[in-house]
């Protein structure tokens, strides 16, 4: 069965500085990972996807990922943190049936 | 206007009582899709519909029940609120067919319910 595990529930960091958010996964089929972002009382947006086509993907917002079969891994990372970034972000598998498995979020929390 | 809207976005509700959720989308989306929302859990699928005629459970099903009206129209009922119930929950749609497993879920601003 598919799953998705994030590693750190809050990361801090100031502004400027470079954001990496951890998702590691587990599949047993070639997985379609997501990465969905929700800012403050709103639903969740699609920040980018990997279907296979490239192994590093690009995002909204300066926002990439780069899928790791090796490592299991989906990490999200952006060179340089603005304010607007706080918000929690979620790491997502699509299974066998099409639904996602959302992992259990990261909040990102931006400093001045 | 928004694509996926959920009505009412917030309510307070008594343990014992019926509630209903309502999510409509303008998407044109066959698949659509109930999750609650906890803190340190991420998002979990209640249930989903693939068409009109078509309801699954997903991870977290009991307790709830749902009704697809139309394919704009997806209800999520609580038939005897209860305390955990209390969540943020969403819904979501997505295209449907072959490419349906890196289709995009496109999500409503979330409900939250408080049960007391």
């Known amino acids: 069965a598919q799953s998705v595990t994030q590693l750190g529930s809050h990361v801090s960091v100031s502004e400027g500085a470079l954001v990496l958010l951890r998702c590691n996964y587990s599949s047993s089929v070639p997985p379609y990972l997501f990465w969905y972002v929700q800012y403050p009382n709103q639903g969740l947006q699609l920040l980018l996807k990997?279907?296979?086509?490239?192994?590093l993907v690009k995002g909204i917002n300066g926002f990439e990922a780069e899928f790791k079969k090796s490592e299991t891994s989906f990490h999200l990372t952006k060179p340089s943190a603005h304010m607007s970034d706080a918000a929690e972000y979620f790491c997502?598998?699509?299974?066998?049936?099409?639904?996602?498995?959302f992992g259990s979020g990261t909040r990102l929390l931006v400093r001045p | 206007d928004a694509d996926v809207t959920q009505t009412p976005r917030n309510r307070i509700t008594k343990t014992g009582k019926r509630i209903m959720l309502e999510c409509s989308q303008t998407k044109g989306h066959d698949r659509m899709y109930w999750y609650r929302q906890d803190p340190g859990l991420g998002l979990r699928l209640i249930y989903y519909s693939f068409d009109v005629k078509d309801i699954n459970k997903g991870e977290i099903s009991d307790g709830y029940s749902v009704s697809r009206q139309a394919q704009a129209k997806f209800s999520l009922s609580l038939e005897s609120a209860i305390p955990n119930q209390t969540a943020l929950y969403f819904c979501a749609t997505s295209e449907g067919g072959l490419a349906g497993a890196w289709n995009e879920q496109f999500f409503g601003p979330g409900t939250r319910l408080t049960v007391l």
């Open positions: 997502a598998v699509s299974d066998s049936s099409y639904k996602l498995i």
């Open positions: 990997y279907t296979s086509a490239a192994t």
